[in-house]
């Protein structure tokens, strides 16, 4: 199949512009131009190639992406719950994505998606598409490789999570753990904050809070939860943001040179990957 993504806009504090075709060697990465590199920084400069995939649910065609010509591979949640996959293949995959990531630890990151907290932390946070007949087999393996998965990946003022981080839910966060006068910006490591978060069972709530959009109670969702209709009228100042979670026909960022967010989950519309070129 000969597939082609073309994208032409200004986001991500970059220039970017590009055509991505499938079935060449050329032209496959998002190129990123920084405007606050200078020409004497060019005899050091190399390019990071950072390729994300979206919401799996048991498709192995993330096997076809790729994965070699990365410098970072980012998974960006829901690996199982399958309508198209039968157990035993959904439970086979996820396995071989934690091997891929166990040889490949520096380079390969594994997000967490609202699909895999409902068996990690089971019976906690259930969702819609839960399969009882795996859940016993799905939690051991998501809980003896948890140290391998993680909230977020920053990379500048790149973010990535399964759904999204609002301003709204940020400064909702601040303010309950006694922060408020706290600003998080692209020079700080939010992933790093968020990751921690997720270490301490109690904060760990505030990530997996459900907004009403999901038919949740908080006034809106975490960066596991999170609606569309939250995160891309409530950017976060500074960030650019790089999700899954909301399925979209093709990759598609809102925003502008000072915030944004892409959203990426195409694959069950067409098999596609986010890559991005960053200078370092």
Request: net charge negative; glycine share 6%; aromatic share 12%.
């Amino acid at each position: 199949m000969h597939l082609v993504t073309k994208v032409n806009v200004i986001s991500f504090g970059y220039s970017l512009s590009n055509q991505c075709n499938h079935t060449s060697q050329q032209n496959q990465w998002f190129r990123l131009q920084s405007p606050f590199r200078t020409s004497t920084q060019t005899s050091t400069y190399r390019p990071v190639n950072i390729l994300s995939i979206s919401d799996i649910h048991g498709r192995y065609v993330w096997r076809n992406a790729p994965l070699d010509d990365a410098d970072h591979v980012i998974f960006l949640g829901d690996y199982v719950d399958s309508m198209l996959y039968d157990d035993d293949e959904v439970i086979s995959n996820l396995e071989a994505i934690i091997r891929y990531k166990k040889k490949n630890e520096d380079r390969v990151t594994l997000l967490v998606g609202n699909h895999d907290i409902q068996y990690l932390y089971y019976p906690l946070y259930p969702c819609s598409g839960f399969n009882p007949a795996v859940q016993p087999t799905l939690s051991k393996l998501f809980r003896e490789n948890q140290a391998l998965f993680q909230i977020a990946y920053q990379q500048g003022t790149l973010l990535y999570t399964h759904a999204g981080v609002s301003a709204t839910w940020l400064s909702r966060l601040l303010s309950h753990t006694g922060q408020s006068e706290r600003v998080l910006g692209p020079t700080d490591d939010m992933a790093g904050f968020l990751n921690d978060l997720y270490q301490h069972a109690i904060m760990r709530e505030y990530l997996f809070e459900v907004g009403p959009k999901r038919g949740g109670s908080s006034p809106v969702g975490g960066p596991v939860w999170a609606d569309r209709t939250e995160t891309s009228v409530d950017l976060l100042a500074g960030f650019h943001q790089v999700v899954g979670h909301t399925p979209t026909p093709a990759f598609q960022t809102i925003g502008n040179e000072t915030a944004s967010i892409t959203y990426t989950d195409v694959l069950g519309a067409k098999t596609d990957f986010f890559r991005l070129t960053i200078p370092t």
